[in-house]
């Protein structure tokens, strides 16, 4: 898909900075002294370490240091082989034959085969909601020799390079055949990886501490880095993700050189950061983020409509981004598109209610719903700003309206394994959780798994709605770019009387790095592949 999408870049670094004497927790370790290592304060804290068993940004993060993939997203949109080194489709459409690259090799010697990839897609496509689509058409998929492997379709299905190549959240990162058997419902045992590092399980220390060390044998294709797509040359020996729940730590550590590149600063500490000289502000992610505030469809009160729409008029996007980004050079004035503005399927329709607060409709729309004064738990990640912003944003406007509200404060890696809970709110699960999706996940409905409406196969939440499957489907199998976009709009208005989730706006999050730092790539998922440390 080529198109004119929206770029946002800020200003770089100014003049001089601060330093303090900083929390032990952020040493280097001895071992780092000698070598060439990037130190990364990432936006949150790895504990889960399977990129397919969850979607967590932090996880998908992990996935692309230590996995590869068929295919790939270049900077045109465009997808271009990755581990494979090409592919035929048959006249009819309906099978695509995939050679692997040879001479590929997992972290532990063995070689990546055509059984590996085989195995590995079958269990992205049981979990993800694009490769749920994909393998609701595949006939059969099997391994031809030790490279080659069929993917045959039961009708025509125009998304299956775009599926194999997404870019985000799931991606369908190649894994041993003997891992990607494990269930897509449990985390795998070991990570044995196809990429350029290697994670370094025994220096992981889970609240501090991710360390992945450069892949000797891993061969990058020859030709330019490119998004997810190209070369992706391992320059330093070690990456440190050294994770400062703090903003103003982190920030300190960045002025102070004790960190190189800093992932998600705090809008409202970048002016300080801004006073050095030697560090860079950025925003590297061309694309965009869309702030998300989910619900649980299977517990009162958001398994009913009305309450779901109570919400929306109560909410206002002007308070959720001033809340998480404050300067409004970071995010659009307004965005009603749930596959996001300034892209192929922006369209407004149906977004009147989320334009302004209407605190009276709002009221209405809850008595309709039959609320009955339960406690609603919206689950509160305080380490992350962007979530933590939302989460108190949704509490006031809730209470406002009358809802008895309970913030349940908790990191971001506790809440994206509680969010997986279908217990009773009271009994350890949830009513509503904050979050943000970046532009390349959200471009169209089947890229866009939060618009799933498949029960108990959707994403968290569980929200099932057959008119909206329907219209996906018919969105997958259309290939008129107009016939889509009429899809489309058939499809919000959909969504915006069902109310899967509340999109609370379109934001641009910089990153700040420090001068020793090269070869930042600009791209929507923050790679850190190509980068150079002096």
Not at 109 to 135: C, E, F, H, N, Y
Not at 268 to 281: A, K
Not at 479 to 498: G, H, K, M, R
Request: charged share 20%.
């Amino acid at each position: 898909m080529n198109a004119t999408l929206t770029r946002r870049v800020s200003q770089g670094g100014l003049a001089a900075g601060l330093a303090l004497a900083l929390a032990p927790m952020i040493a280097a370790p001895a071992l780092a002294q000698d070598r060439s290592t990037l130190r990364i304060v990432p936006h949150a804290d790895l504990r889960n370490i399977d990129p397919i068993w969850t979607t967590a940004y932090i996880t998908r993060n992990h996935g692309y240091l230590v996995w590869d993939t068929l295919f790939a997203l270049d900077e045109n949109l465009e997808i271009r082989p990755q581990m494979a080194e090409g592919h035929e489709v048959s006249e009819d459409g309906l099978t695509y034959t995939i050679t692997l690259r040879p001479g590929m090799t997992f972290h532990d010697g063995a070689p990546v085969t055509a059984a590996d990839a085989v195995a590995s897609i079958r269990r992205w496509g049981a979990r993800d909601g694009m490769g749920q689509k994909l393998m609701g058409v595949t006939e059969s998929m099997e391994a031809v020799d030790e490279l080659t492997f069929t993917l045959t379709l039961s009708e025509p299905y125009g998304l299956v390079l775009q599926s194999l190549g997404k870019i985000s959240s799931n991606v369908p990162f190649i894994m041993p055949a003997r891992l990607a058997e494990t269930s897509p419902s449990e985390q795998i045992p070991e990570v044995i990886g196809s990429g350029p590092f290697r994670f370094v399980e025994a220096e992981w220390q889970p609240g501090n501490l991710v360390v992945y060390e450069r892949f000797e044998d891993y061969v990058p294709r020859d030709e330019l880095a490119s998004y997810a797509a190209g070369g992706k040359l391992a320059n330093v020996d070690r990456v440190e993700w050294r994770y400062i729940p703090d903003a103003a730590t982190a920030t300190q550590a960045l002025l102070a050189g004790e960190v190189d590149l800093y992932e998600q600063p705090a809008v409202d500490l970048l002016p300080m950061i801004r006073m050095d000289p030697s560090i860079t502000v950025d925003t590297i992610d061309p694309l965009g983020t869309q702030g998300v505030v989910r619900f649980n469809f299977l517990h009162p009160p958001f398994d009913n409509k009305y309450a779901r729409q109570a919400v929306m008029h109560a909410v206002s996007q002007t308070d959720y981004m001033f809340s998480i980004m404050g300067n409004p050079e970071y995010f659009e004035e307004f965005c009603g598109a749930f596959f996001m503005c300034g892209t192929p399927f922006e369209t407004d329709i149906g977004s009147e209610a989320l334009r302004g607060q209407d605190l009276e409709r709002a009221r209405e729309l809850l008595e309709m719903s039959g609320y009955d004064g339960r406690e609603v738990v919206i689950l509160d990640p305080t380490d992350v700003p962007v979530a933590h912003g939302q989460a108190l944003v949704t509490a006031q406007a809730l209470r406002e309206i009358g809802m008895n509200v309970r913030l349940a404060a908790m990191d971001w890696a506790t809440m994206t394994s509680r969010r997986a809970s279908r217990e009773a709110p009271e009994n350890g699960g949830w009513n509503i959780f904050p979050t943000w999706w970046l532009a390349v996940d959200q471009l169209n409905p089947i890229t866009n798994i939060s618009v799933a409406a498949s029960g108990d196969t959707a994403w968290f939440g569980w929200p099932e709605n057959a008119r909206i499957e329907e219209l996906r489907d018919a969105f997958a199998r259309e290939t008129d770019p107009a016939a889509q976009f009429a899809i489309v709009e058939e499809l919000q208005a959909e969504l915006y009387d069902f109310v899967p989730y509340i999109p609370t706006g379109q934001y641009y999050q910089p990153t700040a790095y420090r001068a020793n730092v090269s070869g930042v790539l600009v791209a929507p998922v923050p790679f850190f592949w190509n980068i150079e440390v002096d």
